[in-house]
């Protein structure tokens, strides 16, 4: 029986969603730690350029998102999302040591790559066990409280860091190794605490990998009209590192840099359980084209920053968005695809967003490097607000027809 929107307590969704929270919680806090340390010590300590730091970005940050199609379609094809998830938590913890010891470039840019393709096998199957998992009239909810757990963690990783930048002076070798520890946690609560998807008890004819492909023929019209307007949107984004660079660029020290994250992660906290709730009352296209709006207002602040406390309204800002528009799409994608294709549609999904974010992180990148930053944020500014425009074309219902 569906549990009542008006009567539930956050404490009676299923355990499972709770630990699939908690595992990404301790993800977050560790990829945190490397991600807003990594961009300075590959600028200062090695002397990479701006324009390559955009390649080398762009290209794991694709990476990850390409890996996501392969997990989705293999834990459809499997009828099992947990045994992947858990492999890929596991890479997440091996790749954290190699950050310590890296002597160069191409060691951290090969910790990056195993990172990145770590997280694209997480992203896929972990969101599609959320929408297996999620009571039917709930699925904003539960995605808001697993994206709410993430960006605790991210907000962790943010304190942690300038904790740590504080008490080994600035030593990368000792946070580098303090990363490792909160995936190996991580795994440890996947195995124990989160239950695999209810189609991995059913019985299902075996078939051959390639026929499985052509059940991708069931993807809906407002799937595919959701994976559009999404795809545009994720143009305006970037990769953080153009938000931590921006913040050097108007007098952040170092050690400071990490306010920005604690910013973005709170705001996002804050905003993505209370709004997936909502979103599960009203019309989920009304919530997103709000997150869509505060996105091109976060952009316009970013063009015309002069001085620190700019950049830190910015980082609010974004953070707002991120917690808005990131757990609602992905509600919209679990609305609009069966149980037994989600993973492949998750992962077609996050592949169409891979394409753009390498295109946005290329772009942004290059403009960083042969013109003034201000240009890039104008032009995610313009494209976040094409992005608003198509909403409406998008389905408002959150039942799928069969």
């Known amino acids: 029986m569906e549990q009542s929107i008006e009567k539930y307590s956050i404490f009676s969704l299923p355990k499972s969603i709770w630990g699939i929270g908690f595992v990404t919680l301790l993800v977050n806090l560790s990829s945190v730690i490397i991600f ?14 701006t324009f390559d730091l955009g390649i080398l970005e762009g290209f794991v940050e694709a990476t990850s998102w390409f890996t996501r199609i392969f997990a989705g379609i293999l834990s459809d094809y499997l009828y099992r999302r947990k045994p992947i998830l858990v492999f890929a938590y596991t890479l997440s913890a091996l790749s954290r040591p190699i950050f310590a010891i890296a002597p160069s470039l191409g060691w951290i840019a090969g910790a990056r790559l195993i ?47 300038m904790f740590l930048m504080y008490q080994t002076k600035g030593n ?3 946070i580098f190794w303090a990363a490792a520890v909160p995936p190996i946690l991580a795994v440890l609560a996947l195995v124990f605490f989160v239950q695999d998807s209810p189609i991995a008890s059913r019985h299902h004819a075996k078939i051959s990998f390639w026929a499985h492909l052509k059940h991708t023929r069931h993807l809906t019209k407002q799937y595919w009209r959701v994976v559009f307007v999404a795809g545009i949107f994720m143009f305006s984004n970037y990769s953080g590192a153009y938000m931590i660079l921006q913040g050097t660029h108007q007098g952040l020290s170092p050690s400071q840099v990490p306010i920005l994250m604690v910013l973005q992660n709170l705001f996002a906290f804050a905003s993505a359980y209370p709004m997936g709730r909502l979103s599960d009352r009203f019309d989920r296209r009304i919530l997103i084209g709000i997150g ?13 920053a002069h001085g620190p406390m700019f950049v830190l309204i910015c980082a609010s800002l974004w953070g707002l968005q991120m917690g808005m528009t990131q757990s609602l799409l992905l509600t919209k994608v679990a609305d609009t695809t069966f149980t037994e294709i989600r ?13 753009t974010i390498f295109l946005s992180n290329t772009i942004t990148g290059w403009i960083f490097a042969h013109h003034k930053p201000s240009f890039a944020f104008w032009l995610s500014a313009c494209v976040a607000g094409f992005a608003t425009i198509l909403l409406p074309f998008i389905s408002s219902s959150q039942k799928l027809k069969t």
């Open 115 to 161: 990172d990145r393709v770590s997280n694209g096998l997480q992203a896929t199957p972990r969101e599609a066990l959320v929408g297996d998992l999620a009571p039917k009239n709930l699925k904003g909810t539960c995605f808001g409280l697993r994206q709410t757990l993430s960006m605790i963690g991210s907000f962790a990783g943010a304190g942690v860091v």
């Open 172 to 174: 990368y070798e000792i």
């Open 343 to 355: 993973g492949t549609g998750f992962g077609i999904y996050y592949l169409i967003i891979g394409v």
């Open 292 to 304: 869509f709006i505060i996105t091109i207002i976060s952009n316009v602040f970013f063009a015309l």
């Open 36 to 49: 807003s340390l990594s961009p300075i010590y590959l600028t200062t300590v090695l002397g990479v350029s």
